[in-house]
């Protein structure tokens, strides 16, 4: 499993840099676009709040993309922060296979 060492564009990111400041919006603006609240816009272009599903379809239609677009940028920071944590990492590599937990007699009925 490669890791990346640098950590990927976040959906906040991107909204920020690529959205809000091109285009002059305020996370206002986009709260009301987006008829959520303005908390749930500041916490995700912020990086305190993870991207819903729900945000993923508003942030498509509003932006004319597709919620494909919105939930990988999610994805690749999970997999990133999961493959970065060495705690979470090591006690991954404690998880056994199907096929190993099947063959040891002790392990089931």
């Known amino acids: 499993m490669d890791v990346t060492t640098r950590k990927p564009a976040t959906v906040g990111d991107i909204l920020q840099?690529?959205?809000l400041e091109p285009t002059g919006l305020r996370i206002?603006?986009?709260a009301v676009m987006l008829n959520v609240h303005r908390n749930t816009i500041s916490a995700l272009v912020n990086n305190n709040r993870k991207l819903t599903i729900d945000i993923?379809?508003?942030l498509a239609k509003a932006f004319e993309?597709?919620?494909e677009?919105?939930?990988?940028?999610?994805?690749n920071v999970d997999i990133w922060?999961?493959?970065n944590n060495s705690r979470l990492m090591a006690d991954i590599s404690h998880v056994v296979t199907l096929k190993t937990f099947l063959e040891q007699p002790e392990s089931h009925p």
């Open 65 to 67: 993309t597709s919620v």
């Open 56 to 58: 993923a379809f508003r």
């Open 69 to 75: 677009f919105w939930l990988n940028l999610q994805k």
């Open 17 to 19: 840099y690529e959205y």
């Open 81 to 83: 922060e999961v493959q």
């Open 28 to 30: 206002n603006d986009l």
